[in-house]
């Protein structure tokens, strides 16, 4: 059996900031360690007594460094990454004028695995050690990327983008082939090494009635599977699908009458929520994603965290509308959201967020996203001095979170020390 032992500052939860005082739920210790064995978190303790309790173990001294969980990425499409930061549209416009052509380049399976790769790539190289990604309506892209994440160990979530109407001919498919191609992969991927398939309508305005009934009744037949789609995301897009859905109560009420809610089901923005749709969320335990530097980039709006204190909740890059690969990005564009609706998240909060809270939404809790006994050592080791900027912060701080902080809102892949997947270096 094999053992390592990390060594150096520890951050690691014990329950939801978001509904517990963050005091009573968070763990830091600053002379902290990691033992794992055969790639699973064997336990999280002080780094002294591991050492002295373990003498076998192999050593790597982190030094002031901040071990956290690996940071997972709920909502994103790895499609878009050559594309991202396009300048200038909001949602409908920005996806026929940028999206769709790059997605229609998604049926060549060597420019799939070029871009599977490279997304998986710069992720790891941004601490981010779990994606959940929209693929494209090619089986082609779903296979690309799930070899990707195999020969890196990842643990991803990932499906066929399904569209059957208001998408270029190239990139639609039928109500009948969304159904075979997504049980074909379903079949191929699902809990194959570490990956996890997600049911996947892109959104409501591209799937007809009779897609999004055939995708509701797969996942009737496999409801161990997530279901990944987009829920509200801008105004415009909500008065589109009244258009095309006038018998439905709202925009949720398009995804439940054709059996695409429930608890394993991951909801993309849901920003301009009703009162309805909330609750019917909560009464299922469904889940929604956060994401924040899109939500802003593309003007949707602003996300309402409050829904965290009864909802599961998510926080993602959703790359390529999303700007920016780094979930500390996206951490800071949380914090600066809840800012404008009144609310300063609390680093541990925003850090839980980004981990645990994202693990929680995918229904990985304990797997992935922690720092904890049992869980895969899948790691981001921070240097809270990365730059000139953040270190002059940080050498003035009086709390670990003072020192935290500086980095979520300043950090990018700088500050990645180190990033450990299944307990291996990358």
């Known amino acids: 059996m094999s053992k390592q032992l990390l060594l150096g500052q520890t951050l690691s939860f014990s329950g939801d900031p978001m509904r517990t005082a963050w005091q009573d739920v968070t763990r830091h210790n ?17 780094g002294v007594a591991l050492r002295e309790a373990h003498p076998d173990a192999d050593i790597t001294n982190h030094g002031d460094a901040l ?28 996806l026929n004028t940028y999206t769709f052509p790059e997605e229609s380049r998604f049926g060549d399976r060597a420019y799939a695995d070029e871009i599977a790769g490279r997304t998986l790539d710069i992720a790891l190289a941004h601490g981010t050690t779990t994606l959940t990604s929209f693929c494209t309506i090619h089986p082609e892209s779903v296979d690309a990327f799930f070899a990707a994440a195999g020969a890196r160990n990842m643990a991803v979530v990932a499906g066929k983008t399904c569209m059957d109407r208001n998408a270029p001919d190239a ?21 194959t090494g570490r990956a996890n398939y997600a049911i996947t309508p892109r959104f409501s305005p591209t799937s007809t009635p009779d897609q999004l009934a055939a995708l509701g009744a797969l996942w009737a037949e496999h409801p161990d599977c997530l279901m ?41 923005h849901a920003i301009h929520l009703g009162d309805r749709e909330i609750d019917r969320l909560r009464e299922v335990d469904a889940a929604v994603v956060h994401c924040p530097t899109s ?6 709006g602003l996300f309402d965290m409050s829904l965290a204190a009864s909802l599961r909740v998510g926080l993602a890059t959703d790359t390529g509308g999303g700007s920016s690969f780094s979930m500390l990005r996206t951490m800071a564009a949380a914090y600066e959201i809840g800012q404008l609706r009144g609310t300063a998240l609390h680093p541990s909060q925003l850090m839980w967020l980004a981990s645990e809270g994202s693990a929680r939404a995918l229904h990985m809790a304990g797997e ?10 899948d790691i981001c080791v921070l240097d809270l001095a990365s730059t000139a900027a953040i270190a002059q912060r940080a050498a003035q701080a009086e709390t670990i979170w003072d020192a935290i902080f500086p980095t979520i809102m300043m950090g990018d892949d700088r500050a990645i020390a180190a990033v450990y997947v299944a307990g291996n270096p990358v």
């Open 295 to 300: 939500n802003t980039f593309i003007g949707s």
């Open 30 to 46: 600053s002379t902290g360690g990691v033992l794992i064995e055969d790639g699973t978190i064997a336990a999280v303790a002080d």
């Open 368 to 377: 992935i996203g922690h720092l904890g006994q049992g869980a895969t050592a």
């Open 228 to 268: 990944q789609t987009h829920l509200s995301e801008q105004h415009p897009e909500i008065a589109w699908v009244r258009e095309l859905f006038p018998e439905a109560r709202d925009y949720l009420d398009t995804y439940e009458k054709f059996g695409l809610l429930g608890p394993k089901g991951l909801f993309g």
């Open 67 to 94: 071990i956290c969980a690996g940071f997972v990425d709920a909502h994103m499409h790895y499609p878009q990454t050559a594309m991202i930061a396009s300048w200038g549209k909001q949602l409908i416009d920005w």
């Open 171 to 191: 990139l639609q498919d039928t109500a009948q082939t969304a159904y075979d191609d997504s049980k074909t992969l379903l079949a191929r991927w699902h809990g």
